[in-house]
């Protein structure tokens, strides 16, 4: 049986929920380690786990490795998640690409200060309604096979799934004009998969509250 992978992140979304995300489509297991003192970062420091004192840091297949790209990439190249040839792998590329600045706008938003929030929020629902689902939305309607790229499922389902869900728990009729994300959502929920992930008790992360946001400034110290 194979190692599980180990995680080291807090616990909360940030930049390892993706991650957990295309682990759990490729079916690898993993236990995660949350980073709650700061002693525990200075400790991976010291151990030289952290290439460029960052976190994620991801332990799998004898690999520490680092970077959430170069994990999300690695991930789905084994596990048969990023196409079949370099002509889809360049398109799911660009797919992920725009969905991660989205993502990083919903990422950001717990630590904006109070007076910030307002226009932050109204910023995600434009650029989600006029800039990026109209894109994903135009994909699937050319697509006929039902994945964003191609006949098969890869990260960029997966990852357009995840962003989907998260500014729906913001603006929960977001979809109302977008039929074909509607369908796409709908089938990825029936991925077995991502039918257990989306469970209570699963190690999908709830949205960030005040106690995550104080966890992770007192542990990276900004």
């Given at each position: 049986m194979a190692e599980k992978a180990k995680l080291y992140y807090f616990d909360g979304r940030g930049l390892m929920?993706?991650?957990?995300?295309?682990?759990?489509?490729?079916?690898?297991?993993?236990?995660?380690?949350?980073l709650k003192t700061r002693e525990q970062y200075e400790q991976l420091l010291k151990d030289g786990a952290l290439m460029f004192q960052q976190v994620p840091l991801v332990e799998i297949d004898g690999m520490k490795l680092i970077q959430?790209?170069?994990?999300?990439?690695?991930?789905?190249?084994?596990?048969?998640?990023?196409?079949?040839?370099?002509?889809?792998?360049?398109?799911?590329?660009?797919?992920?690409?725009?969905?991660?600045?989205?993502?990083?706008?919903?990422?950001?938003?717990?630590?904006?200060?109070?007076?910030?929030?307002?226009?932050?929020?109204?910023?995600?629902?434009?650029?989600?309604?006029?800039r990026y689902f109209p894109v994903y939305e135009k994909a699937l309607d050319q697509s006929g096979g039902g994945y964003l790229v191609g006949s098969q499922l890869s990260k960029a389902d997966v990852q357009?799934?995840?962003?989907?869900?998260?500014?729906?728990?913001?603006?929960?009729?977001?979809?109302?004009?977008?039929?074909?994300?509607?369908?796409?959502?709908?089938r990825m929920r029936s991925v077995p998969a991502i039918q257990k992930f989306l469970q209570p008790g699963s190690q999908r992360k709830p949205q960030p509250d005040d106690n995550y946001v104080k966890t992770v400034r007192e542990v990276l110290r900004f």
């Amino acid at each position: 049986m194979a190692e599980k992978a180990k995680l080291y992140y807090f616990d909360g979304r940030g930049l390892m929920e993706s991650i957990r995300w295309l682990l759990t489509v490729a079916g690898v297991e993993f236990e995660e380690v949350f980073l709650k003192t700061r002693e525990q970062y200075e400790q991976l420091l010291k151990d030289g786990a952290l290439m460029f004192q960052q976190v994620p840091l991801v332990e799998i297949d004898g690999m520490k490795l680092i970077q959430t790209r170069a994990i999300l990439n690695y991930i789905a190249a084994k596990y048969n998640l990023y196409g079949k040839d370099l002509k889809e792998r360049v398109m799911i590329d660009m797919y992920v690409e725009g969905i991660r600045d989205l993502m990083e706008l919903i990422a950001k938003h717990p630590f904006l200060p109070p007076e910030e929030k307002d226009s932050n929020t109204k910023l995600i629902q434009t650029k989600a309604v006029d800039r990026y689902f109209p894109v994903y939305e135009k994909a699937l309607d050319q697509s006929g096979g039902g994945y964003l790229v191609g006949s098969q499922l890869s990260k960029a389902d997966v990852q357009v799934f995840e962003v989907v869900l998260m500014v729906e728990e913001k603006f929960p009729s977001i979809l109302s004009n977008f039929p074909q994300l509607q369908a796409f959502q709908t089938r990825m929920r029936s991925v077995p998969a991502i039918q257990k992930f989306l469970q209570p008790g699963s190690q999908r992360k709830p949205q960030p509250d005040d106690n995550y946001v104080k966890t992770v400034r007192e542990v990276l110290r900004f």
